[in-house]
């Protein structure tokens, strides 16, 4: 059983989360449709450090960006299995024109995406600020399954399988 953390200030939440997604090289954006579904997008997880806002770049002319830009509300997963970390944020979405950001973020690796390169007229930054997150933190993928193992054996609940703690941001 997971332990659930209390309360940590957003200084710590902020701090905690970032240590926890800064190696993750994708995640799942899930915006909301037109018709109300649900649907996750895989999206380059951009090298910058997480102070509260999650940076991506995207195609104007995408059905994801379109949904952005009528439904802001969205939700940003992280999965780091080998670590047993998983990180879910909610957040709003902004579709921002910013050269300077972009060129920050910028990487040759988008000219699959964008053919003319970082002047390519489809390129949409995509600033989510995130407004809560619920992370689970893994106490490692050894003691994990060594945890597993004797819950099965013993058929008692597993006892220390890391922390969980719901923020607002």
């Known amino acids: ?6 309360h940590p200030t957003r200084e710590e939440a ?5 240590g926890l997604i800064k190696d993750v090289k994708f995640a799942m954006l899930t915006v909301t449709t037109a018709e109300g579904h649900l649907k ?3 999206m380059t997880t951009q090298q ?3 102070d509260g806002d999650i940076w991506f770049i995207g195609g104007k002319d995408t059905e994801q960006v379109q949904c952005m830009a009528a439904r802001p509300q969205v939700n940003v997963s992280y999965s780091d299995p080998g670590k047993n970390n998983y990180v879910s944020v909610s957040g ?11 060129e920050e973020l910028w990487s040759d690796l988008y000219k699959a995406y964008f053919p003319q390169g970082i002047d ?9 600020s995130a407004q809560g997150a619920e992370y689970w933190e893994g106490s490692g993928r050894m003691k994990a399954l ?3 193992a ?9 006892t220390d399988m890391g922390d969980n703690a719901t923020v607002k941001l």
């Open 120 to 128: 390519d007229p489809n390129i949409q930054l995509i600033k989510v």
């Open 40 to 42: 996750a997008h895989p």
């Open 14 to 18: 902020i701090k905690t989360l970032a």
């Open 146 to 148: 060594f945890q597993m």
């Open 48 to 50: 910058t450090e997480f």
């Open 150 to 158: 004797r819950a099965a054996v013993t058929g008692k609940p597993a």
């Open 1 to 6: 059983m997971t332990q659930h953390t209390e």
């Open 92 to 102: 709003v979405a902004e579709l921002v024109e910013d050269r300077a950001k972009l």
